[in-house]
DNA sequence: AGCTTAACGGCACTCAGTGCCGCTGTACAC
DNA sequence: GTGTACAGCGGCACTGAGTGCCGTTAAGCT
């Protein structure tokens, strides 16, 4: 009855692309709550039983793809060559992740305005960012490893570049995805590398905290007056 | 029957800590997987239904003060005088969310834990802390409007502060979560006032960051002294 | 005492998510 | 070509979260 059944590959993957294009444009036309797992397996033309084959909630019917950008980036940051400065790094690893969203801007762009209209689906999209986030910060702790401070550099180091990402991602999506000007966004996000937490100093004496660093400038000031 | 009822005020907050501590309870003893809404509620003494009176959902009974956090902070931001620094501000404002996990030691331990065994109750977890750090980067984006890039660095600043506060706050949980010990992990916090990029720069050669400003200029009072 | 009000508990319902099982088409062996 | 192992599928039944509704009951007021 079914043609696709038993072409393992192609017959999966299209199942697939059914199943996510049948929850956009039931969400869209009908919103997310109002629509029901069943009705998004039927306008698939699948058992609702299958869907939960393909995707482990109703949630991730329309973000299919979170662990492959977790697994670029992570092949990102595991090929690099290890005297590649941080900043061109995290840069080539947050641009990896531009790319991922921008091979079907329709699709982003609809998940975007899901994901700001639909209280259920902006929690479940924190928690997917923050993954990111994580996956940043553990590689750089590994890094900074060592330094002064090594631990709290990469926190913020991760979390600015994941914000700084987002926040261009999403202005890019909210123009309307449009591929022709994707480079503008692109340079956006790379801005970031100006406000990253630079290397810890290592040539003075180490004075890092702000009070210690303020009182030793006054005391200087103060011999010399 | 029940001698709490129609004493809205006690009553209310009786039966509310109540429910914390069953939730808590079973949630370690049984797992929170395990216990149903049903054994939170009999263990309480009170009916299912007003489980759900007190609580939106399961996740939330062992988080019962994610709105009081966000209103504090949201009032550091509202009562600041225009003229403070941001640094302070941000510290400010991430001390009062702190003192606030401070309150209840015991809790905020036990929440710690589960959040990182559970993951439905990591991911609600990475979603509150998304709200603490878009109520940052909105404050921030009103106090960086109109410089240049000011939007990105309201960003970065959010995330940074946020992702510094829970390294800290988690790290001193971690250790147990003991009074004595709270000061030496809020100044752990602090030390992001070092990582924060600085205001975009104007005249100078490009110096970031609150100590390397602070001390250029008192290295240009040395000069005049 | 009579009345109003607010919280409570129980009931019934929807729907997400899961385990189980029988079915069927495909691939492979012979 | 026939038999067989296998993998994906659909249906069924079940648990549990979350919600709407309603009758009950205790507290507070007059």
């Known amino acids: 009855m079914n043609s696709r059944r038993g072409r393992s590959a192609e017959g999966r993957a299209e199942v697939r692309r059914d199943l996510v294009a049948a929850a956009v444009r039931l969400f869209r ?19 609702r039983r299958t869907f939960f084959r393909y995707f482990p909630s109703k949630e991730d019917a329309i973000s299919p793809d979170h662990e492959v950008g977790l697994a670029r980036v992570a092949e990102v940051f595991a090929s690099a060559h290890p005297a590649e400065p941080t900043a061109a790094l995290v840069l080539r690893a947050g641009e990896t992740v531009f790319d991922l969203y921008a091979d079907d801007p329709a699709l982003s762009v609809e998940r975007f305005r899901l994901t700001h209209e639909v209280p259920a689906l902006r929690d479940r999209e ?20 060592g330094d002064p401070d090594g631990e709290l ?22 123009d309307g995805g449009r ?15 100006d406000m990253l937490p630079g290397e810890p100093a290592r040539d003075e004496p180490a004075l890092h905290g702000v009070t210690e660093r303020l009182e030793a400038a006054v005391a200087r000031l103060e011999r010399h007056a």
């Not at 036309?29 to 058992?47: L, P, Q, W």
């Open 126 to 145: 924190s928690a997917r960012v923050d993954h990111y986030r994580r996956l940043f910060t553990r590689q750089l702790r590994e890094r900074f490893a």
């Open 153 to 174: 550099r990469a926190a913020v180091t991760g979390a600015a570049v994941v914000a700084a990402h987002n926040l261009a991602l999403r202005a890019w999506l909210a």
């Open 179 to 193: 591929a022709d000007r994707l480079d503008d966004y692109r340079a956006r996000f790379r801005k970031v590398v």
């Open 29 to 47: 036309t009908r919103g997310y709550e109002e629509t029901t797992v069943d009705d998004i397996a039927a306008e698939a033309g699948v058992g």
